[in-house]
């Protein structure tokens, strides 16, 4: 009996010595300490980012492959708010994810391809997605009181829920809604000037913004569309937060492309929201003012070999999990 006792005192002990499974490395947060911490490590370090897509029961499948090929987590979580029905329907995962990242010492990002609100709520990627709307139908998105307008506002209704429910846990979020806008593949893009995508970027942010998202921290997004001209896409520097680029027509931005962003940013932190090709240490040593990158899904094996992404991973300069300053 006392030899009995004896090991359950010390199995006791030892449990209590345990790491706790749920133990949070990044305590709750704010959008301004995240901001923060991008400025303070610009020039300096890039946190590393890995997107997971589509299907949301699976919202951590890429972040995994990372972890199998470098041993390494990603010092950021991208996931998205989906369009698919069973994706949408399976919302919830996604957001439960992104606390667990955040716990777990990632900064987290959420993407959405949105549904046009002349659609449902759910539409396919292909003539929902990557569709158009006529100039009628998207002079109503973006003028209030009509009913397109009203549509694209039920529309964010949908996700408000999600957003708070992170707020209430301390997880600010780097949200980068309508992407890619210079590009034609999306119902919101490629409409310069004042009253184009700007402006429907200009209503999602204060819409959400009324509704006490102060844990958004606002990324705008153009694809590196060698006609330029992104300035036009611009919506104000008082509804961005982060300034980003997809780089899509080339393997790495050019250092025209990095100049440009720059000059639109104006001191804000710039970042590289989707790439292809892992980042090499070329451009990590060359242009040193993003504060991070993020692989798009499926590419992140599908266009690189595994030592190119360890290298990209064990650069000096790049901060993964674990290595992100908590807030």
């Given at each position: 009996m006392p030899r009995a006792r004896g090991i359950a005192l010390l199995a006791a002990a030892l449990l209590a010595l345990a790491p706790t499974p749920n133990?949070?490395?990044?305590?709750?947060?704010s959008k301004q300490q995240v901001l923060d911490h991008l400025r303070s490590i610009t020039g300096s370090y890039v946190v590393s980012g890995q997107h997971n897509k589509e299907p949301a029961s699976n919202p951590g499948q890429y972040t995994q492959q990372v972890k199998d090929v470098t041993g390494r987590y990603p010092g950021l979580w991208g996931g998205d708010l989906m369009f698919r029905a069973e994706d949408v329907a399976d919302r919830q995962r996604v957001i439960d994810q992104a606390e667990?990242?955040?716990?777990?010492?990632?900064l987290v990002a959420l993407t959405w391809h949105v549904c046009p609100p002349t659609m449902g709520s759910s539409c396919e990627f292909e003539d929902g997605v990557k569709s158009a709307l006529t100039d009628a139908q998207f002079t109503q998105v973006v003028t209030d009181g009509t009913a397109l307008n009203t549509a694209w506002k039920r529309r964010?209704?949908?996700?408000?829920?999600?957003?708070?429910?992170?707020?209430?846990?301390?997880?600010?979020?780097?949200?980068?809604?309508?992407?890619?806008?210079?590009?034609?593949?999306?119902?919101?893009?490629?409409?310069?000037?004042?009253?184009?995508?700007?402006?429907?970027?200009?209503?999602?942010?204060d819409y959400l913004g009324a509704k006490g998202l102060d844990n958004l921290i606002w990324v705008w997004n153009v694809q590196d569309n060698p006609a330029g001209g992104w300035s036009n896409y611009y919506p104000g520097a008082?509804?961005?937060?982060?300034?980003s680029l997809d780089v899509r027509y080339k393997s790495y931005p050019s250092s025209s492309d990095y100049q440009q962003l720059q000059g639109i940013a104006g001191g804000k932190p710039i970042a590289l929201a989707e790439m292809g090709k892992i980042p090499n240490a070329a451009l990590l040593d060359g242009q040193t003012r993003w504060a991070y990158f993020m692989m798009w899904?499926?590419?992140?094996?599908?266009?690189?070999?595994?030592a190119e992404l360890q290298a990209g991973y064990f650069h000096p300069r790049v901060l993964n999990q674990g290595e992100v300053k908590s807030p």
């Open positions: 133990a949070r490395a990044f305590p709750s947060g667990t990242e955040w716990a777990n010492g990632s964010l209704d949908e996700v408000v829920p999600y957003f708070q429910q992170l707020k209430a846990v301390g997880v600010p979020v780097l949200f980068r809604p309508l992407h890619g806008m210079n590009e034609s593949w999306n119902w919101w893009g490629h409409r310069p000037g004042t009253n184009g995508s700007a402006r429907l970027y200009r209503i999602t942010h008082g509804c961005v937060d982060v300034v899904s499926e590419q992140l094996r599908g266009n690189n070999t595994n």
